[in-house]
């Protein structure tokens, strides 16, 4: 198994002198090939700020975040850019689905952008719409989606360019228990059957619970790690809880 | 309290809405300026005549203000509109904490208070000082010298503008409380998240519609540029508004079909970010396909008013200089019951006119006419495209006939070519261009005249460029110069004098001008001096062309600023948009030039329509203005596309960079 990101004593600080926040305070940790990593925290605990970080949306203070041996804190202009579009692969809370465009035209512009000949967009569109089941709403538009089916699309988006790692933000916060589930699900397939290396942001127990490994954070640090092991989804969900538990209260939004 | 949020919300925009107060204050100052021209310090130095032409051009710009200032409450009303829509969260939020809509409507009055004083102020500002360029241009025009340079301020101008423009103001604040006070809060605050339903149209129906308004456009065109003439004024409204139709139709259809034909061509949908620019522009022309219309329209008439005036005023100038040699033309035409053999010069003398006034050199000449050599004759079967155009000209009218050697003699006097003639030879002077092309093909064939038995044939295969009356422009239909032999006394039917004056400073002229004009009309002598044509063409050409000017600015500023703002309201809109897409990775460059293609699109579009409406309306506006002159000249169409080019061009490059700005976030 190699490793395809190491997050290596990151800091960030907002604020000046007088007023300083660590949002975060010296994480470490390292993502391997095909893992299935979900980051849990309360709100205000940095997690967001993390994921941030390591998709070169946000930039550090210290620390190095090594993606397939690139130090992306190290990239600038343009090259964060291609790093971004060829290397990860988002799905945000709110979908970020472009409305004006129908869901083949979402899928296919993470490919346009990459000036990938046409004819090989086609194809590939296909391809992924056939694997997470949308084929028949490619020439929908967003709107005329259900939240399940956008969440889909944005999922078919991010894997299209094969990305060394799916970047999910809160991946089931807009959605209802049925179509968060039936999401879930696909992250099973695209991690199982596609080996995609998924890390995941969320504070929602269930949704974790499809993770193979949990790492908590409270106050920008590292505060404790699960790992599923041979756990079956619903012993793992009740570890989570215990852990959630011991974060004493503070995560009171879980489920 | 309430005031401050105003100032600040003002301060706020500022930044966003540039253009929108950039366009009033330009409105502003345009309006002043030409509404000013009355106390220009050019004006108290203009001759007589001048200062009538002048009252009248007032006259007119005052009846043209009135219009502009139409317009101009047009796209205020209308801007402002949607500068409020774009606020509505805003304003939901005011409400929310609390306030009532008399204190949001309060909000909004001092608002428009501000802006209105600060558009009015800073514009008439820069119209004051504008006005003084235009007394310049004022004083080249007239060609006036004007004694030591005085600062121009108009009163009259000053209030009228305050006048008007607060009444606009006015109009906007009826408009903003009636649009706040049909609000419902929820409206109000979900305005920002509003999913914009896209109604996909059925591709056949846009491309069968397409088609059906080009061929509408096509029928219409047909009727302004070919057949004219056909045409009364009541069909002049009706085809208006049916070009306004076909033009909204055009763009209505356009949106529907253009996506699906480039979608075809997956070669293009599918690189960069052209299927996004497209779906971007396809999902905003279903929204702005009117206002698209009206800037298409607006831009139509930019081209094609500055264009001609400008080409009339070029034209009239040209001609005038070469129409004009001498200093005055007098013409015996001899009244009821008395002889026509009497000479020009001897009938002034008569009626107590001293020829010392006169350079010596002066030319008397008689005119002669036969029932033998008439229109229909000469111009043979083709004398109907000649009448239809040209209102004065008459089948059975005599041709105006001369002996050569008198036109030498005068030809000499105005410096142009003299000819030769062999006995049986006649030759044609002629310069409306229109008249000369037919009677070139009679001229062509060698068609032969008779006159008393005797035949001459054309000594040239075309017209020859002359005239013996000075005119304001090029309207000679036609004058048959003769052999002296050929020409019978019995047939003169009236005398032509051109001459110098014999004192040329300035005084000199006027004194001999007034002189000239005294002579009584009912005598039968007609004279045409110098003065009056140059002046009557003057100020004929620069009232057109200030008119031209003021209007086809008005309306170009209008049709670009509607556009610019609806950009940039939108590109606030589309950040998010923009978010994504910087999120999965595309590069800033390609990104912007995305936003730069769907701008420039959106110019375009309207742009391009406009300028094939204004290739047909052109040459309705050349057909109709024939007995002027040219007036699609190459030069003024130059001009105008220039003047298109900086002023639209500047507006797209501002919104361009603004939208940049706001996609950006900064």
Redesign the interface.
Known sequence: MNTVLEVANVEKYYGNKSNLTKALDGISFSVEEGEFVGIMGASGSGKTTLLNCVSTIDRVTSGKIIVNDIDVTRLRGNHLNQFRREELGFIFQDFNLLDTLTAYENISLALTIQRISPAKIHKSVKEIADKLGIEDILEKYPYQMSGGQKQRVACARAMITNPQIVMADEPTGALDSKSARMLLESFQYLNQQMAATILMVTHDAFTASYANRILFIKDGKLFNELVRGRDTRKEFFNRIIEVVTLLGGELNDVI | MLFKLSVKNIRKSLKDYAIYFMTLILGVAIFYIFNSLDSQQAMTDLSSSTKEIIRLMITMLGGVSVFVSCILAFLIVYANNFLIRRRKKEFGVYMTLGMGKGQISRILVGETFLIGLLSLAVGLFIGVLGAQFMSVLVVKMFEVDMESYVFVFSKTAFFKTILYFGIMYLAVLVFNTVSISKCSLIDLLSAGKK????KMKKPAVCILLFLASAALLGVLYYLVAVTPDKLDTGSYGIIILLGCLATFLIFWSLSGFLLHMVKRN??Y????????VL??I??KVNTTVFAMTVICIMLFMTITVLSSGLGINHSFRVSLEEMTPVDVNTEYMPPEGESAGISVSDKLQEEGFDLTAFQDDYVDMGIYATDQLTMGMTIGENIDEVTKNFMFLDANLPEDIVKLSDYNRLAKLYGREQYELGDGEYLVLCNIDDVKLQRDKMLKKGEKIRLDGVSYSPRYEECQDGFLMMMTNRINPGIYILPDHAVKEAWRTGGFLAANYAVQDKKGVEETDIKINAVRRESGIYSNTRTDIVSASMGLSTIITFVAIYLGIIFLISGAAILALKELSESSDNRE?YD???????????INRSLFKQIGIFFLMPLSLAVVHSVFGLQFVRKMMITIGEVNRFGSIVTTAAVLLVIYGGYFLTTYLGSKRIIQGK
């Open positions: 999913t914009e339903q896209i997956k070669k949908y599918l690189k960069d970010l052209n299927a996004f779906r971007q396809n999902s948009r994504v897409l910087r999120k999965i990775g595309a590069d800033e460059s390609m």
